[in-house]
Nanobody, 118 residues
């Protein structure tokens, strides 16, 4: 089992910044965590990819966050970060941490609310 715990969400004004963190902890016999990432789900919408990062540091971003968000990770700590800048009201959503293990098992965090509003 892998548990993912997110932190760092909150209320921010348009144009502001937030940094999300997600710590992964494994219990029992478990495959190595490979790709980690962030997804988000706004009210009434489907969950969508925000950004993902491989163990080697390769990244992929959704088009509407490119240039504003930066994903990074600390492999030794199984921790992934999402630095969000120039936030817009449309970035408002519940942000979920995601991890995929070497056995292709997918895990999700509980989600953290990000609200962009004046």
């Amino acid at each position: 089992q892998v548990q993912l715990v997110e932190s760092g969400g909150g209320l921010v004004q348009p144009g502001g910044s937030l940094r999300l963190s997600c710590v992964g902890s494994a219990s029992g016999s478990i495959s190595r965590i490979n790709t980690m990432g962030w997804y988000r789900q706004a009210p009434g919408k489907q969950r969508e990819l925000v950004a993902i990062i491989s163990t080697g540091g390769s990244t992929n971003y959704a088009d509407d966050v490119k240039g504003r968000f930066t994903i990074s990770r600390d492999n030794a700590k199984n921790t992934v970060y999402l630095q969000m800048s120039s936030l817009k009201p449309e970035d408002t959503a519940v942000y979920y941490c995601n991890a995929v293990t070497s056995s292709w098992t997918v895990y999700w965090g509980q989600g953290t609310q990000v609200t962009v509003s004046s």
